[in-house]
Protein backbone atom coordinates (compact mmCIF):
# COMPACT_ATOMS: atom_id res chain seq x y z
CA UNK A 1 0.00 0.00 0.00
CA UNK A 2 1.50 3.55 -1.05
CA UNK A 3 2.00 5.92 1.53
CA UNK A 4 0.04 9.13 1.60
CA UNK A 5 1.30 12.10 0.65
CA UNK A 6 1.23 14.81 3.79
CA UNK A 7 1.04 18.42 3.40
CA UNK A 8 4.55 19.01 4.91
CA UNK A 9 5.71 16.25 2.31
CA UNK A 10 4.39 18.94 -0.16
CA UNK A 11 5.11 22.08 0.56
CA UNK A 12 8.70 20.88 1.05
CA UNK A 13 9.05 19.22 -2.39
CA UNK A 14 7.46 22.76 -3.48
CA UNK A 15 10.80 24.63 -2.02
CA UNK A 16 12.75 23.46 -4.65
CA UNK A 17 10.90 25.76 -7.37
CA UNK A 18 12.75 28.99 -7.60
CA UNK A 19 11.56 32.09 -9.00
CA UNK A 20 14.23 33.33 -11.27
CA UNK A 21 13.79 37.03 -10.98
CA UNK A 22 12.79 36.61 -7.07
CA UNK A 23 15.58 34.34 -6.77
CA UNK A 24 13.83 32.50 -3.56
CA UNK A 25 11.12 29.52 -3.66
CA UNK A 26 7.86 29.75 -4.21
CA UNK A 27 6.95 28.67 -0.69
CA UNK A 28 8.88 31.58 1.25
CA UNK A 29 7.51 33.94 -1.46
CA UNK A 30 3.82 33.20 -0.97
CA UNK A 31 3.12 32.06 -3.79
CA UNK A 32 1.52 28.83 -2.68
CA UNK A 33 -2.04 29.64 -1.93
CA UNK A 34 -3.86 26.33 -1.50
CA UNK A 35 -3.01 22.85 -1.06
CA UNK A 36 -5.36 20.13 -1.48
CA UNK A 37 -4.71 16.58 -0.67
CA UNK A 38 -7.20 13.50 -1.49
CA UNK A 39 -5.84 10.69 -1.28
CA UNK A 40 -3.24 10.12 -3.88
CA UNK A 41 -4.24 13.16 -5.73
CA UNK A 42 -2.39 16.88 -4.80
CA UNK A 43 -3.34 20.03 -6.27
CA UNK A 44 -2.17 23.54 -5.79
CA UNK A 45 -3.10 26.97 -6.60
CA UNK A 46 0.31 29.42 -7.27
CA UNK A 47 -0.46 32.95 -7.36
CA UNK A 48 2.45 34.98 -9.29
CA UNK A 49 3.05 38.45 -9.42
CA UNK A 50 1.94 39.47 -12.04
CA UNK A 51 0.19 37.48 -15.31
CA UNK A 52 3.29 38.53 -17.88
CA UNK A 53 5.65 36.58 -15.52
CA UNK A 54 8.42 35.30 -18.38
CA UNK A 55 9.15 32.19 -15.83
CA UNK A 56 5.09 31.08 -15.66
CA UNK A 57 5.87 27.83 -17.67
CA UNK A 58 8.98 26.97 -16.15
CA UNK A 59 7.27 27.18 -12.53
CA UNK A 60 3.90 25.08 -13.18
CA UNK A 61 6.19 22.32 -15.30
CA UNK A 62 8.89 22.24 -12.04
CA UNK A 63 6.20 22.51 -9.31
CA UNK A 64 4.03 19.57 -11.16
CA UNK A 65 7.47 17.68 -11.32
CA UNK A 66 7.92 18.34 -7.92
CA UNK A 67 4.84 17.34 -6.39
CA UNK A 68 4.33 14.27 -8.56
CA UNK A 69 7.80 12.82 -7.02
CA UNK A 70 6.40 12.90 -3.56
CA UNK A 71 5.61 9.25 -2.07
CA UNK A 72 2.38 8.11 -2.58
CA UNK A 73 1.07 10.89 -4.90
CA UNK A 74 -0.69 9.59 -7.98
CA UNK A 75 -1.72 12.24 -9.66
CA UNK A 76 -0.79 16.33 -9.18
CA UNK A 77 -1.85 19.39 -10.86
CA UNK A 78 -1.45 23.28 -10.71
CA UNK A 79 -3.50 26.05 -10.78
CA UNK A 80 -1.63 28.79 -11.95
CA UNK A 81 -3.51 32.74 -10.90
CA UNK A 82 -1.94 36.02 -10.95
CA UNK A 83 -1.85 39.35 -8.30
CA UNK A 84 0.03 42.27 -9.43
CA UNK A 85 1.55 43.74 -6.35
CA UNK A 86 2.44 47.34 -6.29
CA UNK A 87 5.90 48.61 -5.85
CA UNK A 88 5.10 52.45 -5.59
CA UNK A 89 7.07 54.05 -2.71
CA UNK A 90 5.56 57.40 -2.17
CA UNK A 91 8.12 60.23 -1.09
CA UNK A 92 6.90 62.14 2.13
CA UNK A 93 3.68 64.27 1.35
CA UNK A 94 3.05 62.65 -1.67
CA UNK A 95 0.36 60.21 -1.96
CA UNK A 96 -0.86 57.06 -3.98
CA UNK A 97 -2.43 57.44 -7.63
CA UNK A 98 -6.12 55.77 -6.62
CA UNK A 99 -7.04 52.81 -9.14
CA UNK A 100 -3.14 52.25 -10.17
CA UNK A 101 -0.27 50.21 -8.58
CA UNK A 102 2.49 50.81 -10.74
CA UNK A 103 3.11 53.84 -13.08
CA UNK A 104 6.00 53.31 -15.38
CA UNK A 105 7.54 56.25 -17.63
CA UNK A 106 8.45 55.32 -21.12
CA UNK A 107 11.12 57.99 -22.11
CA UNK A 108 14.33 58.55 -24.56
CA UNK A 109 16.84 61.20 -24.69
CA UNK A 110 15.84 62.08 -28.35
CA UNK A 111 13.06 62.28 -30.32
CA UNK A 112 12.27 59.76 -33.38
CA UNK A 113 13.61 56.21 -31.78
CA UNK A 114 9.73 55.06 -31.93
CA UNK A 115 9.21 55.88 -28.43
CA UNK A 116 5.72 55.71 -28.72
CA UNK A 117 5.32 53.39 -30.86
CA UNK A 118 7.39 50.97 -28.05
CA UNK A 119 4.79 52.87 -24.99
CA UNK A 120 1.83 51.23 -27.39
CA UNK A 121 2.69 48.20 -27.76
CA UNK A 122 3.79 47.22 -24.25
CA UNK A 123 0.80 48.50 -23.03
CA UNK A 124 -0.91 46.44 -25.27
CA UNK A 125 1.08 43.26 -24.58
CA UNK A 126 0.77 43.33 -21.01
CA UNK A 127 -3.19 43.51 -21.53
CA UNK A 128 -3.06 40.75 -24.07
CA UNK A 129 -1.63 38.77 -21.07
CA UNK A 130 -4.07 39.41 -18.95
CA UNK A 131 -3.03 42.74 -17.18
CA UNK A 132 -5.39 45.65 -16.45
CA UNK A 133 -3.51 48.05 -18.24
CA UNK A 134 -3.57 52.22 -19.13
CA UNK A 135 -1.53 54.13 -21.21
CA UNK A 136 -1.66 58.20 -20.16
CA UNK A 137 0.14 60.48 -23.42
CA UNK A 138 2.09 62.72 -21.59
CA UNK A 139 3.76 63.46 -24.92
CA UNK A 140 1.71 67.08 -24.47
CA UNK A 141 3.92 69.03 -27.92
CA UNK A 142 2.94 65.61 -29.99
CA UNK A 143 0.44 63.61 -28.70
CA UNK A 144 0.19 61.01 -30.85
CA UNK A 145 -0.99 57.96 -28.72
CA UNK A 146 -4.50 58.47 -30.04
CA UNK A 147 -3.09 58.20 -33.38
CA UNK A 148 -1.36 54.91 -32.78
CA UNK A 149 -4.39 53.04 -30.93
CA UNK A 150 -7.16 54.31 -33.57
CA UNK A 151 -9.25 56.60 -30.78
CA UNK A 152 -10.95 59.90 -32.04
CA UNK A 153 -13.30 61.00 -28.91
CA UNK A 154 -13.98 63.75 -26.55
CA UNK A 155 -13.01 62.81 -22.97
CA UNK A 156 -16.25 62.64 -20.82
CA UNK A 157 -16.30 62.71 -17.14
CA UNK A 158 -18.64 60.89 -14.55
CA UNK A 159 -19.55 64.51 -12.73
CA UNK A 160 -16.07 63.95 -10.99
CA UNK A 161 -13.60 62.72 -12.88
CA UNK A 162 -12.47 62.59 -16.80
CA UNK A 163 -13.56 59.07 -17.60
CA UNK A 164 -10.70 57.48 -19.66
CA UNK A 165 -11.05 56.12 -23.46
CA UNK A 166 -10.69 53.00 -23.98
CA UNK A 167 -8.95 51.06 -27.32
CA UNK A 168 -8.14 47.02 -27.55
CA UNK A 169 -8.82 46.97 -24.02
CA UNK A 170 -6.22 49.37 -22.41
CA UNK A 171 -7.38 52.50 -20.63
CA UNK A 172 -6.14 55.77 -22.59
CA UNK A 173 -6.24 59.86 -21.70
CA UNK A 174 -4.55 62.10 -24.07
CA UNK A 175 -4.14 65.69 -24.71
CA UNK A 176 -4.41 65.23 -28.31
CA UNK A 177 -8.77 64.42 -26.73
CA UNK A 178 -8.85 67.89 -26.33
CA UNK A 179 -7.73 70.10 -29.19
CA UNK A 180 -7.34 69.67 -32.92
CA UNK A 181 -4.91 67.38 -34.66
CA UNK A 182 -3.09 70.10 -36.20
CA UNK A 183 -3.26 72.90 -33.09
CA UNK A 184 0.16 73.67 -32.00
CA UNK A 185 0.38 73.46 -27.98
CA UNK A 186 2.19 76.68 -26.73
CA UNK A 187 3.05 75.74 -22.92
CA UNK A 188 5.01 77.12 -20.56
CA UNK A 189 6.18 74.90 -17.82
CA UNK A 190 3.39 76.18 -15.53
CA UNK A 191 0.78 75.10 -17.56
CA UNK A 192 2.99 71.33 -18.26
CA UNK A 193 2.47 71.10 -15.03
CA UNK A 194 -0.90 71.76 -14.26
CA UNK A 195 -1.81 69.54 -17.09
CA UNK A 196 -0.21 66.18 -15.88
CA UNK A 197 -1.15 66.72 -12.52
CA UNK A 198 -4.87 67.01 -13.65
CA UNK A 199 -4.45 63.76 -15.41
CA UNK A 200 -3.40 61.83 -12.79
CA UNK A 201 -5.15 63.52 -9.94
CA UNK A 202 -8.42 63.88 -11.94
CA UNK A 203 -8.79 60.99 -14.21
CA UNK A 204 -10.77 57.68 -13.11
CA UNK A 205 -8.21 55.55 -13.46
CA UNK A 206 -10.21 52.05 -12.65
CA UNK A 207 -7.91 49.06 -11.14
CA UNK A 208 -4.94 49.29 -12.73
CA UNK A 209 -1.78 46.88 -12.91
CA UNK A 210 0.42 49.14 -15.01
CA UNK A 211 0.07 53.00 -16.03
CA UNK A 212 1.87 53.39 -19.47
CA UNK A 213 3.27 57.05 -19.27
CA UNK A 214 4.35 58.17 -22.82
CA UNK A 215 6.99 60.67 -21.90
CA UNK A 216 7.86 63.56 -24.27
CA UNK A 217 11.47 63.07 -25.57
CA UNK A 218 14.74 64.51 -23.61
CA UNK A 219 15.16 66.04 -20.53
CA UNK A 220 12.15 68.46 -19.65
CA UNK A 221 9.86 70.32 -17.41
CA UNK A 222 7.23 66.75 -17.99
CA UNK A 223 9.41 64.13 -16.24
CA UNK A 224 10.31 66.93 -13.34
CA UNK A 225 6.85 67.28 -12.73
CA UNK A 226 6.23 63.39 -13.15
CA UNK A 227 8.33 63.11 -10.49
CA UNK A 228 6.38 65.50 -8.30
CA UNK A 229 3.38 64.20 -8.69
CA UNK A 230 3.18 60.58 -7.86
CA UNK A 231 5.19 58.11 -6.91
CA UNK A 232 6.71 56.29 -10.48
CA UNK A 233 8.08 52.48 -10.41
CA UNK A 234 10.85 53.22 -13.10
CA UNK A 235 11.60 54.69 -16.34
CA UNK A 236 12.23 52.34 -19.57
CA UNK A 237 14.47 53.84 -21.83
CA UNK A 238 13.57 53.37 -25.50
CA UNK A 239 16.84 54.11 -27.88
CA UNK A 240 18.34 52.70 -31.52
CA UNK A 241 21.76 51.16 -31.01
CA UNK A 242 23.71 54.23 -33.09
CA UNK A 243 25.71 56.24 -31.14
CA UNK A 244 23.45 59.44 -31.45
CA UNK A 245 20.71 58.21 -30.11
CA UNK A 246 23.04 56.63 -27.63
CA UNK A 247 24.72 59.56 -25.89
CA UNK A 248 20.86 60.90 -25.24
CA UNK A 249 19.79 58.14 -23.80
CA UNK A 250 22.59 58.80 -21.48
CA UNK A 251 21.11 61.73 -20.78
CA UNK A 252 17.67 60.34 -20.22
CA UNK A 253 19.53 57.69 -17.69
CA UNK A 254 20.76 60.38 -15.85
CA UNK A 255 17.99 62.46 -15.49
CA UNK A 256 15.99 59.31 -13.76
CA UNK A 257 18.50 59.35 -11.87
CA UNK A 258 18.28 63.25 -10.44
CA UNK A 259 14.67 62.54 -9.96
CA UNK A 260 15.04 59.38 -7.96
CA UNK A 261 13.00 57.35 -10.49
CA UNK A 262 15.46 54.38 -11.05
CA UNK A 263 15.64 53.50 -15.09
CA UNK A 264 13.57 50.12 -15.00
CA UNK A 265 16.08 48.71 -18.20
CA UNK A 266 17.20 49.75 -21.81
CA UNK A 267 14.78 49.12 -24.78
CA UNK A 268 16.90 48.71 -28.33
CA UNK A 269 14.44 49.62 -31.21
CA UNK A 270 15.06 49.62 -34.86
CA UNK A 271 17.74 47.26 -33.97
CA UNK A 272 17.77 45.00 -36.92
CA UNK A 273 16.16 44.71 -40.46
CA UNK A 274 14.98 40.97 -41.19
CA UNK A 275 14.43 41.17 -44.68
CA UNK A 276 11.58 39.70 -45.90
CA UNK A 277 12.68 38.32 -49.10
CA UNK A 278 16.14 36.68 -47.90
CA UNK A 279 15.57 37.24 -44.35
CA UNK A 280 19.04 38.41 -43.65
CA UNK A 281 19.41 40.30 -40.69
CA UNK A 282 21.09 44.15 -41.49
CA UNK A 283 22.05 46.11 -38.65
CA UNK A 284 21.46 49.28 -40.40
CA UNK A 285 21.58 51.55 -37.65
CA UNK A 286 24.72 49.47 -35.63
CA UNK A 287 24.49 46.68 -33.65
CA UNK A 288 24.42 46.09 -29.78
CA UNK A 289 24.16 49.44 -28.84
CA UNK A 290 21.24 49.32 -26.77
CA UNK A 291 22.74 46.55 -24.81
CA UNK A 292 25.98 48.31 -24.31
CA UNK A 293 24.49 51.35 -23.14
CA UNK A 294 22.41 48.78 -20.24
CA UNK A 295 25.46 47.40 -19.25
CA UNK A 296 27.43 50.58 -19.12
CA UNK A 297 25.08 52.11 -17.16
CA UNK A 298 24.37 49.19 -14.96
CA UNK A 299 20.72 48.68 -15.48
CA UNK A 300 18.23 45.42 -17.24
CA UNK A 301 18.50 45.30 -20.80
CA UNK A 302 15.03 44.39 -21.61
CA UNK A 303 15.25 43.23 -25.46
CA UNK A 304 15.79 44.28 -29.26
CA UNK A 305 12.47 45.45 -31.43
CA UNK A 306 13.44 45.17 -35.53
CA UNK A 307 12.21 47.50 -37.94
CA UNK A 308 9.21 45.92 -39.34
CA UNK A 309 7.45 47.50 -41.95
CA UNK A 310 3.74 46.20 -40.09
CA UNK A 311 5.19 47.89 -36.92
CA UNK A 312 4.63 51.48 -39.19
CA UNK A 313 1.66 50.63 -40.98
CA UNK A 314 0.08 48.92 -37.53
CA UNK A 315 0.89 52.60 -35.57
CA UNK A 316 -0.58 54.61 -38.97
CA UNK A 317 -3.55 52.69 -39.01
CA UNK A 318 -4.74 52.80 -35.71
CA UNK A 319 -4.55 48.86 -35.25
CA UNK A 320 -0.90 48.53 -33.53
CA UNK A 321 1.21 45.43 -34.52
CA UNK A 322 0.61 43.00 -31.59
CA UNK A 323 -2.88 43.68 -32.19
CA UNK A 324 -2.83 43.07 -36.18
CA UNK A 325 -0.23 40.27 -36.04
CA UNK A 326 0.03 38.58 -32.75
CA UNK A 327 1.76 35.96 -33.96
CA UNK A 328 4.34 37.64 -35.80
CA UNK A 329 8.16 37.42 -34.88
CA UNK A 330 8.16 41.17 -33.95
CA UNK A 331 5.00 40.79 -31.72
CA UNK A 332 6.99 38.04 -29.68
CA UNK A 333 9.51 40.69 -29.23
CA UNK A 334 7.66 43.11 -27.63
CA UNK A 335 6.10 40.60 -25.58
CA UNK A 336 9.36 40.08 -24.63
CA UNK A 337 9.95 43.22 -23.78
CA UNK A 338 6.21 43.38 -21.80
CA UNK A 339 7.43 40.08 -19.62
CA UNK A 340 10.63 41.56 -18.66
CA UNK A 341 9.51 44.93 -17.93
CA UNK A 342 6.75 43.00 -15.57
CA UNK A 343 9.82 41.05 -14.21
CA UNK A 344 11.21 44.54 -12.95
CA UNK A 345 7.98 45.58 -11.27
CA UNK A 346 7.73 42.83 -9.57
CA UNK A 347 11.59 42.70 -8.15
CA UNK A 348 10.58 46.29 -6.92
CA UNK A 349 7.33 45.46 -5.37
CA UNK A 350 9.15 42.40 -3.53
CA UNK A 351 12.01 44.88 -2.71
CA UNK A 352 9.18 47.51 -1.23
CA UNK A 353 7.64 44.69 0.75
CA UNK A 354 10.95 43.17 2.19
CA UNK A 355 11.70 46.73 2.93
CA UNK A 356 8.10 47.34 5.05
CA UNK A 357 8.42 44.10 6.64
CA UNK A 358 5.41 42.82 4.85
CA UNK A 359 4.22 39.57 5.60
CA UNK A 360 3.53 36.70 3.79
CA UNK A 361 0.02 35.46 3.30
CA UNK A 362 -1.09 32.01 4.98
CA UNK A 363 -0.74 28.89 2.86
CA UNK A 364 -4.39 27.34 3.04
CA UNK A 365 -5.12 23.66 3.19
CA UNK A 366 -7.46 21.45 3.26
Known amino acids: MSDTPTRDAVLNALKAVIDPDLERDIVSLGFVKDVAISGGRVSAQIELTTPACPAHTQISDQALAAMRA ?21 AKGQPPLPGVKNVIAVGAGKGGVGKTTVSVNLALAL ?56 DAIIWRGPMLHGAIQQFFREVAWKDLDYLIVDMPPGTGDVALSLSQTVPVVGAIVVTTPQKVALADSRRAIKMYQKLNIPTMGVVENMSFFDCPNCHHESDIFG ?79 R
Open 287 to 365: HGGGEALAVEQQVPFLGRLPVYQPIREGGDSGVPLVVSEPGSAAARAFAHVAQRAAAQVSIAAHKAAEANKGRIPLIQV
Open 70 to 90: VAGVADASVEMTARVRSASQP
Open 127 to 182: AKMGARVGILDGDIYGPNVPIMLGVSTQLTTDGKQIVPAEAHGVQVVSIGFLTKDD
